[in-house]
């Protein structure tokens, strides 16, 4: 039996994320904690059996209905935030191999490009169609951002080699 915090703790969390069934209901780390049984492929009634009095009002219907909802959602951040760890880390190599400002400011400029690309990708036509009709003014500031891109990362280019410029005449006197 559930205390009232419980209970209104329990509605907010399930409100959240937009649930409403058994599971959403639990508290976070037991929904945390099926999401991983899952992941490694426990049968409903284990999973049931391994949470205890905390999964003693839950039936494998119950597991099946969040596996089929709230599991995909839970699934679906897991991958993102994987992919969002790719990237970081590959921002991250980017800047260690530079040591001049403006190579880490180019480097930043190809993460964001390469981030742009990404969403041009994973969305396709379609949704850029869809994003035109629904809302022009953000398909156009897309398209502005491309060349900002390319102007910031020439004005790199030649800030670059205008410190090449100053090192080498430095050098020679």
Request: contains cysteine.
């Amino acid at each position: 039996m559930n205390t009232p915090i419980q209970t209104i703790q329990a509605k907010n969390t399930a409100a959240a994320h937009g649930r409403k069934g058994k599971v959403a209901r639990l508290r976070r780390e037991i929904r945390d904690q099926i999401n991983r049984m899952l992941d490694d492929g426990f049968p409903y009634h284990l999973i049931i059996k391994q949470l205890g009095e905390a999964g003693a009002h839950l039936n494998v219907m119950n597991i099946s209905n969040w596996k089929r909802g709230g599991y995909q959602n839970h699934a679906k951040a897991e991958e993102i935030l994987h992919q969002n760890r790719i990237k970081m880390e590959l921002a991250a190599e980017l800047v260690r191999e530079t040591t001049e400002t403006t190579s880490q400011q180019a480097a930043v400029l190809k993460v964001g490009a390469l981030q742009m690309i990404d969403a041009l990708v994973h969305y396709g036509d379609e949704s850029l169609r869809n994003m035109l009709q629904i809302n022009p003014t953000n398909f156009i500031r897309l398209l502005e951002a491309m060349p900002q891109q390319a102007q910031a990362a020439i004005l790199c280019d030649r800030q670059r080699a205008q410190t090449m410029a100053n090192s080498n005449e430095t050098a020679k006197k």
